[in-house]
């Protein structure tokens, strides 16, 4: 496995728990001093106990070497970062240079399995990569894209709706069977396409979830003009099984390091061929003026937010995570900021990436509680679904706060019992 960040670690446990040698490599010295130690660098349910537990029977090492992790393996499967590059395009000198290491570390027949989310083409141009640095060499390369998503990722790993490969060679796929077959004997369905195949559903998939997100938000906007509930819209809707109830929460936004950047990289891949994706253009459009609507409806009531105190729940870009990537948080605490409002913040689990990734982290109150959090403000924005604000003490948050206006960016929360314990209540599309 190499790289340790979400899908590669995960990935690496879950093979090891179905009974398979793994041994994953990172350049990350600290990274993997840590995993050695049983220490997981992410926050992700069941990894706690999975990690040690591998470690523990021999069925999973860490190296920083890929001299020690490459020789004897019968697949490698490169899980490095393809950030957003010049316009969208995705970055991959990562892959690359992953390649580049690992090929001359083969000694037989290996197949190099690409899950890192990569435009269509990648499988051909690692081939055609190998083939310039190692022609004697015996492998085939492979797509293998990847849908997990955090929070629930060891779960969606261990029980996938599909497993996917791209593979243009039967001894590849033939490996690759077996490597999953722990899945695919419990009822997994297992799809052999042709590469470019794999790597397009990784990124149509995304866009099209995406566009469900921006979809649904759109539909809220006007459900409060015409005073619909867009709770129960997208519950008729969702009925239809052809819709389905799934990805039609509508929110503050979509966030996270996968929807945003793989869909401006499937638009750059199309600029590429001469080809506008134009709905897919809309649904980024819709979701990056998206945070403008939770700053307009404290706007309504509060009037310029110049010197008003306004508390924040949550930083994830959703529940269970303590990933900030592309949060909306980001977005709208910046445009509080920015408006001269004081922001006092607190997220269960996210306050550390936060503070790091944030430049104006100074001018943030952190909070140790949600309650506290509250203290003397004009307004609260829920802007995360964890459960602990479906929970929250509104007998004593009426007390702590100075104004009464709740804004539930996430719909978590019951509007008759709020306005009954005296607040204002402002959700989505309701
Ligand atoms: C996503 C894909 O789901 C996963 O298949 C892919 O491999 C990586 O990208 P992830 O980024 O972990 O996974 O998050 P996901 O749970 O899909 O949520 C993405 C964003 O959409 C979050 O900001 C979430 O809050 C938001 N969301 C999700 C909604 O606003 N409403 C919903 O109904 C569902």
Redesign the pocket.
């Known amino acids: 496995m190499i790289g340790t960040g979400y899908v590669g670690l995960v990935t690496g446990v879950c093979f090891a728990e179905l009974g398979h040698s793994v041994t994953c490599l990172d350049i990350d010295k600290e990274k993997i001093e840590e995993l050695k130690s049983g220490i997981s660098p992410i926050f992700e349910e069941g990894m706690e106990e999975l990690l040690p537990k591998n470690i523990r029977e021999g069925r999973i090492s860490f190296t920083t070497h890929y001299a020690e992790a490459i020789p004897g393996a019968d697949l490698v499967f490169l899980c490095v970062q393809t950030p957003s590059g010049e316009y969208g395009k995705a970055d991959l000198s990562y892959v690359y240079s992953a390649v580049r290491e690992c090929v001359t570390h083969i000694d037989e027949y290996t197949v190099i399995v690409n899950k890192s989310t990569c435009p269509v083409g990648t499988v051909r141009t690692i081939k055609e990569l190998i083939n310039e640095i190692v022609p004697e060499k015996e492998c085939d390369v492979a797509s293998n894209p990847?849908?997990?998503?955090?929070?629930v990722a060891i779960h969606d790993f261990l029980e996938p709706d599909r497993i996917i490969v791209g593979v243009d060679s039967s001894r590849a796929e033939k490996v690759l069977r077996e490597a999953y077959a722990p899945l695919i004997d419990k009822g997994s369905v297992f799809l052999a396409t042709i590469p470019q195949s794999a790597e397009l559903m990784k990124y149509a998939?995304?866009s099209f979830?995406a566009m469900k997100?921006s979809f649904i938000n759109e539909i809220a906007d006007f459900c409060e003009l015409v005073g619909a509930d867009v709770n129960e819209v997208a519950y008729g809707m969702g009925l239809d099984k052809r819709i389905g109830t799934?990805?039609?929460?509508a929110?503050i936004g979509?966030?996270?390091?996968?929807?945003g950047k793989d869909v401006r990289a499937l638009i750059h891949r199309g600029e590429e061929e001469g080809y506008e994706f134009k709905m897919i253009k809309a649904l980024i459009a819709v979701n990056n003026t998206r945070y403008l609507t939770t700053i307009n409806k404290l706007k309504k009531h509060l009037g310029n937010l110049k010197g008003k105190t306004i508390a924040v729940l949550g930083l994830a870009?959703?529940a269970g995570t303590d990933d900030t990537r592309d949060s909306q948080s980001l977005r709208i605490v910046f445009e509080l900021l920015a408006n001269g409002a004081q922001v006092q913040a607190f997220d269960p689990r996210a306050m550390e990436h936060f503070k790091k990734t944030f430049a104006r982290a100074n001018e943030i109150i952190f909070s140790t509680t949600a309650l506290e959090t509250a203290d003397s403000a004009d307004a609260l924005l829920i802007l995360t679904e964890w459960n602990e604000f479906k929970e929250l003490d509104l007998t004593a948050l009426k007390t702590k706060m100075s104004g009464t206006l709740i804004v539930d960016g996430r719909n978590i929360l019951d509007r008759k019992i709020v306005e009954s314990a005296g607040f204002t209540y402002e959700g989505i599309g309701r």
């Open positions: 990847e849908f997990l998503a955090e929070g998939s995304n979830l997100l799934r990805y039609l929460k929110s979509f966030g996270g390091s996968c929807f870009y959703k």
